[in-house]
């Protein structure tokens, strides 16, 4: 049990510093092979190493589960704010026979930039099942589960820094998909025939129409007669 924890350890991206903090432990005896208390106290290091090592350096959340919810917060982030904008262009002013089209277009990118969201998080979520924290994807019936062929305890993968680079190319390549289906839809809108809405038309009125002649004035002044 203690060298496969070992193990583990050392194939994490912190495992060298731990292995050093093993190894002193370690070092402070010479019988430490033979001495059941220091390998009592070697074995709550590795432990207590390892246990270290799985959380996220700014919580207490295994480091798997900070990285998955890491991924959903940034993915559904990038897909509000492309929704978002999608909901504007129904505000678009185009001609009634231009309107299905609009709508048609939105809607179609609103679906589009679901699914691709929905593809992103079950990407990730393949990702991270099964690792510290939780079973393995076989589970306690699988093949390697306690009724398995093996009658073994099912493994739990390690998350490791290879993995974590996984998921962020998943969640990079999603927002990149998602802004590029707002932008293609912004795009189709664009190009159809649109107008501003305003006051109707002025022309042929007279500059001063409205305004009230002021009081005790005659609209137009008469003409003085000439001197003699």
């Known amino acids: 049990m203690l060298l496969s ?7 994490t991206t912190k495992g060298a510093a731990a292995a050093t903090v093993v190894a002193a432990a370690a070092l402070t005896s010479g019988v430490a092979a033979t001495n059941q208390d220091v ?23 295994p480091a798997v589960v900070a990285a998955r919810n890491k991924a959903d917060k940034d993915l559904r982030s990038a897909f509000q704010t492309d929704q978002q904008k999608l909901a504007k262009l129904h505000s678009t002013h185009v001609d009634n026979t231009d309107r299905a089209m609009l709508n048609d277009t939105v ?22 099942l099964g690792r510290e924290g939780l079973e393995g ?6 093949s390697t589960g306690a009724t398995g062929s093996t009658g073994a305890p099912d493994i739990k993968t390690p998350f490791t820094t290879e993995t974590q680079g996984k998921i962020n190319d998943i969640v990079q390549t999603a927002i990149i998909d998602m802004d590029n289906i707002e932008k293609g839809a912004a795009d189709a ?33 008469p003409t003085p007669p000439p001197h003699p």
């Open 189 to 221: 809108v664009a190009l159809l025939p649109t107008f501003t809405p305003g006051k109707p038309d002025d022309a042929g009125k007279p500059a001063d129409a409205g305004k009230p002649a002021e009081a005790g004035k005659p609209a137009t002044l």
């Open 137 to 142: 994807a076989s589970g306690a019936t699988g």
């Open 107 to 128: 809607n179609k990118a609103d679906a589009a930039l679901r699914d691709r969201l929905t593809k992103a998080l079950n990407d990730v979520a393949a990702l991270t």
């Open 5 to 11: 924890k070992l193990a583990t350890l050392l194939s």
């Open 39 to 61: 390998q009592n106290a070697v074995t709550t290091a590795v432990n207590t190493a390892v246990e270290t090592i799985t959380r996220s350096s700014d919580s207490s959340q």
